[in-house]
């Protein structure tokens, strides 16, 4: 069971350009985690969300936790070529020990 | 920074071998955790552990079976291997669910 829906599945831009990436499902989660990952290398953990409603910036990147917490949504303003890789939602729920991934969207940011 | 290495980068094994996939932390992490990641399926869980000795199972255990003995090694095991274990496998590692650490992967061909 896919418990998190990613959308897009692909994205392909033009450095500059800003996107959104979302990452929703119909359950609650108690935290929310994005993760970047690269080509034949393991994810990286980008942020942990874990207030509804909560804000996170990192540089260009903004991170928004859902006010229900069953929502979230990557936004990259001026985006550039090194942004280019798998962005991965991940929740916890009920403080469990494993987490539930989201397919992830493939970002690919051209010159 | 929690460094987790897997024993292998690629691994080609044949039909019906056993095959072990090793995953080391240098931190006292208690949970350790093996995905695997197929294109158009994402991360899906194989097995965890929240301590030594202990070990849950994920979504997909079919086929596979861990070792726990030490904290510091999560040993994923293919008992007998096939084609469709053909994958990239990922360990990771918490202090608690929130923030995995990931290695870098293994990539198994099964020929």
């Known amino acids: 069971t896919q418990l998190l829906e990613q959308s897009p599945q692909f994205l392909s831009i033009q450095e500059g350009e800003n996107l959104t990436v979302y990452c929703n499902s119909s359950s609650v989660f108690s935290s929310l985690q994005w993760y970047r990952q690269e080509p034949g290398e393991g994810p990286v953990l980008l942020v942990t969300v874990v207030t509804g409603g909560e804000v996170k910036k990192l540089k260009r990147l903004t991170f928004q936790f859902g006010d229900a917490r069953k929502d979230s949504s990557l936004h990259i303003t001026a985006a550039q070529p090194g942004d280019t890789g798998l962005y991965l939602c991940a929740g916890e729920i009920n403080s469990g020990y494993a987490l539930n991934f989201g397919k992830g969207t493939s970002l690919l940011v051209t010159p | 920074d929690v460094k987790v290495t897997q024993s292998s980068r690629y691994l080609v094994k044949r039909t019906g071998e056993k095959v072990f996939l090793e995953c080391v932390q240098d931190m006292d992490h208690e949970n350790m955790f093996w995905y695997r990641q197929d294109p158009g399926l994402g991360l899906r869980l194989i097995y965890f552990?929240?301590?030594?000795?202990?070990?849950e199972k994920g979504d997909i255990p079919e086929g596979y079976s861990v070792s726990r003995e030490k904290k510091e090694r999560f040993s994923l095991i293919l008992e007998s291997a096939s084609t469709n274990q053909t994958s990239m496998y990922l360990c990771a590692t918490s202090p608690r669910v929130f923030g995995y650490t990931f290695g870098s992967g293994t990539r198994l061909t099964v020929v």
């Open positions: 552990s929240y301590d030594v000795k202990m070990k």
